[in-house]
């Protein structure tokens, strides 16, 4: 089974016989190191598959004659290039879009797969549906379908959804979905449609979430069934209303204008939280929204530690980003977005003081926020903390650890995330003394104790939550009572 970096990989071999190492590296936007480690784990693969590997002499990849009529030949086999979670994905998006029954025959035709493999897929996917309160249900005679509110199908089906777009190859596997089914209309033209309406009504949206917004509504088409009555849009929160209730609900309309108010109020809700920005046409909205705006600010830099609070630059992309962002939250709606991990690993720190500061829109909304909405206001934040590091609040930090060099890189990158205005030098297990101008930093963060003359903070090779917490306050309040 080849994961979503696997694919990306031998697709860009197909496409470019003569790619170099660093090439490659670059345009996969990964190091050198890790490249030739994910071509190892590809090896075994592709030797089962296809008798043949990746060889390298160092600076490029030496590719098998047969590379591309092989693997292209082998390419239609959806089932062996993706995870199970894309795979029950898959198989909910084939069954949605039926809008009937579908036969277990269909379902391997599909992905595949062997009639046991299939009831075994379909077993876990119940599990799944059960959490949105609805039920795939089996009949013998004819197959599976869906049973329960359609408000609840359309929302499992567009978390389903989510789970595809992120894939790397998400593109081919909607694709196939699709060629299996007799369409009314072509993909291509009702997408072109929704991007015409768009430009009509000066409606932008952020484009990977127009890539998402325009199959999520594809697949509604296709599936054509109305939610008549049981869509549960909830106008408890004012600022819901305020922003739901602008031209949005005129443009959900002309996207499918002969369905319900229902249908149009879900759509709408869906391009606000696709959107880039929203102008809101109620005063009070406005004011509303600067306020939680400033108030976000407020928290987020008590947090962090860096007064974000005085600059009207972050302030107008915050509110513009909050606006989309508030709906999204109160209703729920997904983010496809692949990076959250890589942020909450890379970022901690900065991840975590981002989501305490969030706590402010959490009890206004009085609903809990997702990492993938986290990750988002963490990229926000960090993105003007390292655009903005002012060389006289910058400095020097000397990394001395006696753990091994492993430890050393990995408390290197903890102290770098956690103080974004600290360059940071580093040395495996040396006396002060030793071959280092100690005038050259301002500090140093050591896992033994030193004398030197510099400022010392005694740090351990892997710090918990409260650990960093406490050492980024000590730092804090050194930084701001030292004078170099």
């Known amino acids: 089974m080849f994961d ?29 190191r890790k490249l030739l480690y994910e071509i190892e784990k590809i090896n075994p693969a592709l030797e089962k598959m296809f008798g043949m590997s990746i060889e390298n002499d160092g600076e490029k990849f030496l590719l098998p004659l047969s590379f591309n009529e092989k693997w292209n030949s082998q390419y239609s086999n959806l089932n062996s290039y993706i995870h199970k979670t894309e795979r029950l994905a898959t198989l909910t998006m084939f069954i949605y879009i039926n809008n009937s029954y579908i036969s277990t025959y269909h379902l391997q035709e599909l992905l595949v797969l062997s009639k046991n493999s299939i009831l075994k897929e379909m077993k876990e996917l119940r599990v799944k549906c ?182 009207t630059n972050i302030f107008s992309t915050l509110y513009s980003h909050l606006i989309p962002a508030y709906v999204r939250i109160y209703y729920d709606i997904p983010l496809n977005i692949p990076l959250t991990a890589t942020i909450q690993y890379e970022y901690k720190f900065v991840f975590d003081q981002v989501k305490k500061g969030l706590r402010v829109l959490e009890n206004k909304l009085s609903v809990p926020i997702n990492d993938d909405e986290v990750g988002l206001f963490t990229i926000h934040f960090l993105g003007y903390l390292k655009s903005n590091r002012m060389e006289d609040n910058h400095f020097q930090g000397l990394v001395i650890c006696e753990e091994g060099i492993s430890s050393l890189l990995m408390l290197v990158n903890t102290l770098s995330n956690i103080f974004l205005n600290i360059d940071f030098d580093y040395y495996p297990n040396q006396s002060i003394s030793e071959d280092y101008d100690s005038r050259k930093y301002d500090m140093i963060f050591s896992t033994r104790k030193l004398k030197s003359k510099l400022i010392i903070f005694e740090v351990k090779p892997v710090m918990s939550a409260v650990e960093r917490n406490v050492l980024w306050k000590k730092v804090k309040k050194t930084l701001e009572t030292t004078t170099y």
């Open 130 to 311: 059960e959490e949105y309160g609805i039920e795939i249900k089996y009949s013998r005679e004819e197959g599976y379908f869906f049973k329960g509110k359609e408000s609840r199908i359309r929302l499992f089906a567009e978390k389903q959804l989510t789970y595809l777009l992120i894939g790397c190859d998400a593109e081919w596997i909607l694709e196939r979905i699709i060629s299996l089914q007799i369409t009314k209309k072509k993909k291509a033209i009702f997408f072109e449609e929704i991007k015409n309406i768009f430009k009509t009504r000066e409606v932008h949206l952020v484009s990977k979430r127009l890539q998402f917004f325009s199959w999520l509504m594809y697949f509604i088409y296709l599936r054509s069934k109305s939610d008549e009555d049981d869509f549960n849009i909830s106008f408890d929160d004012k600022l819901c209303m305020d922003v739901v209730n602008t031209e949005m609900r005129e443009v959900s309309n002309m996207i499918f204008y002969n369905y319900s108010t229902r249908d149009s109020l879900f759509i709408a809700t869906r391009i606000i939280a696709a959107s880039d920005y929203i102008e809101l046409k109620n005063e009070q909205s406005e004011y509303e929204f600067a306020y939680l705006t400033k108030w976000v600010l407020e928290e987020v830099s008590e947090s962090i530690g860096f007064d974000f609070s005085s600059n």
């Open 4 to 32: 979503k970096l696997s694919l990306e990989i031998l697709e860009l071999f197909s496409r470019y016989e003569n790619v170099t190492v660093s090439e490659a590296a670059k345009l996969l936007n990964i190091n050198r």
